[in-house]
Protein backbone atom coordinates (compact mmCIF):
# COMPACT_ATOMS: atom_id res chain seq x y z
CA UNK A 1 0.00 0.00 0.00
CA UNK A 2 1.19 3.20 -1.01
CA UNK A 3 -0.10 6.53 0.58
CA UNK A 4 -0.36 9.84 -0.96
CA UNK A 5 -0.82 12.86 0.80
CA UNK A 6 -2.56 16.21 0.01
CA UNK A 7 -4.16 19.23 1.35
CA UNK A 8 -1.10 21.20 2.94
CA UNK A 9 -1.09 24.99 2.39
CA UNK A 10 -0.74 28.12 4.59
CA UNK A 11 -3.66 29.76 6.59
CA UNK A 12 -3.90 32.01 9.19
CA UNK A 13 -4.74 31.35 12.80
CA UNK A 14 -8.35 30.39 13.36
CA UNK A 15 -8.57 29.14 9.95
CA UNK A 16 -9.22 25.33 8.59
CA UNK A 17 -7.90 22.94 6.51
CA UNK A 18 -8.31 19.63 5.25
CA UNK A 19 -5.96 16.97 4.69
CA UNK A 20 -6.22 14.04 2.50
CA UNK A 21 -4.52 10.55 2.26
CA UNK A 22 -5.16 8.39 -0.47
CA UNK A 23 -4.05 4.88 -0.69
CA UNK A 24 -3.14 2.50 -2.82
CA UNK A 25 -4.01 -1.12 -2.63
CA UNK A 26 -6.76 -3.05 -0.66
CA UNK A 27 -6.51 -1.77 2.91
CA UNK A 28 -7.34 -4.84 5.20
CA UNK A 29 -10.42 -3.87 7.47
CA UNK A 30 -8.26 -4.44 10.44
CA UNK A 31 -6.16 -1.41 9.45
CA UNK A 32 -5.20 1.28 11.71
CA UNK A 33 -4.80 4.90 9.69
CA UNK A 34 -3.16 8.13 11.47
CA UNK A 35 -1.73 11.22 11.40
CA UNK A 36 1.29 12.68 12.58
CA UNK A 37 3.07 15.51 12.52
CA UNK A 38 6.70 16.98 12.70
CA UNK A 39 7.77 21.19 13.44
CA UNK A 40 10.72 22.53 12.81
CA UNK A 41 13.78 21.59 15.40
CA UNK A 42 11.12 19.10 16.77
CA UNK A 43 10.52 15.13 16.58
CA UNK A 44 7.40 13.95 14.78
CA UNK A 45 4.57 13.17 17.00
CA UNK A 46 1.60 11.87 17.14
CA UNK A 47 -1.76 13.83 16.10
CA UNK A 48 -5.06 11.37 15.63
CA UNK A 49 -5.50 7.87 14.52
CA UNK A 50 -9.05 5.72 13.72
CA UNK A 51 -9.82 1.95 12.40
CA UNK A 52 -10.02 1.21 9.03
CA UNK A 53 -13.35 -0.60 9.33
CA UNK A 54 -14.81 0.77 12.42
CA UNK A 55 -15.38 4.44 13.74
CA UNK A 56 -13.49 4.17 16.90
CA UNK A 57 -10.97 7.81 16.58
CA UNK A 58 -8.09 8.76 19.39
CA UNK A 59 -6.74 12.21 19.20
CA UNK A 60 -3.23 13.60 21.19
CA UNK A 61 -4.72 16.29 23.60
CA UNK A 62 -3.16 19.00 21.80
CA UNK A 63 -5.99 18.75 18.80
CA UNK A 64 -9.23 17.20 20.21
CA UNK A 65 -11.78 19.00 19.99
CA UNK A 66 -10.27 21.04 16.81
CA UNK A 67 -9.35 18.04 14.60
CA UNK A 68 -11.56 15.20 12.90
CA UNK A 69 -9.76 12.20 11.66
CA UNK A 70 -12.50 10.09 9.52
CA UNK A 71 -12.23 7.48 6.38
CA UNK A 72 -13.95 6.87 3.34
CA UNK A 73 -13.40 3.51 2.98
CA UNK A 74 -14.93 3.62 -0.82
CA UNK A 75 -12.46 6.38 -1.62
CA UNK A 76 -9.47 4.41 -0.08
CA UNK A 77 -8.74 7.70 1.92
CA UNK A 78 -8.03 9.35 5.19
CA UNK A 79 -8.93 12.98 5.68
CA UNK A 80 -7.98 15.00 8.78
CA UNK A 81 -10.07 17.93 9.24
CA UNK A 82 -8.27 21.30 10.90
CA UNK A 83 -10.30 23.74 12.31
CA UNK A 84 -8.82 26.67 14.74
CA UNK A 85 -5.62 26.51 13.76
CA UNK A 86 -2.88 28.06 15.56
CA UNK A 87 0.41 28.26 14.71
CA UNK A 88 1.63 25.46 17.29
CA UNK A 89 -0.43 23.50 14.15
CA UNK A 90 2.46 25.11 12.00
CA UNK A 91 4.43 21.26 10.55
CA UNK A 92 4.43 18.82 7.87
CA UNK A 93 1.67 16.30 8.11
CA UNK A 94 2.22 12.65 7.58
CA UNK A 95 -0.11 9.81 7.20
CA UNK A 96 0.23 6.15 7.74
CA UNK A 97 -0.77 2.81 8.25
CA UNK A 98 -0.18 0.48 10.37
CA UNK A 99 -2.09 -2.95 12.01
CA UNK A 100 -2.19 -2.01 15.91
CA UNK A 101 -4.14 0.58 18.23
CA UNK A 102 -1.27 2.76 19.16
CA UNK A 103 0.42 6.35 19.32
CA UNK A 104 4.01 4.70 18.87
CA UNK A 105 5.52 5.61 15.20
CA UNK A 106 7.48 2.57 15.19
CA UNK A 107 4.65 0.46 15.05
CA UNK A 108 3.56 1.76 11.08
CA UNK A 109 4.75 0.51 8.40
CA UNK A 110 3.65 2.74 5.73
CA UNK A 111 3.91 5.89 5.23
CA UNK A 112 3.24 9.59 2.72
CA UNK A 113 5.27 11.66 1.63
CA UNK A 114 4.10 14.40 3.90
CA UNK A 115 2.09 17.98 3.33
CA UNK A 116 3.36 20.97 4.87
CA UNK A 117 0.97 22.96 7.19
CA UNK A 118 1.77 26.28 7.94
CA UNK A 119 -0.15 28.69 10.29
CA UNK A 120 0.52 31.98 10.60
CA UNK A 121 -0.34 34.43 13.44
Known amino acids: VQLQASGGGLRQAGGSLSLSCAAS????????MAWFRQAPGKEREFVAL????????LYAGSVKGRFTISRDRAKNTVYLQMNSLTPEDTAVYYCARGSQWTTQQDEYFAWGQGTQVTVSS
Open 50 to 57: TRWSRDST
Open 25 to 32: GRIFSSAV
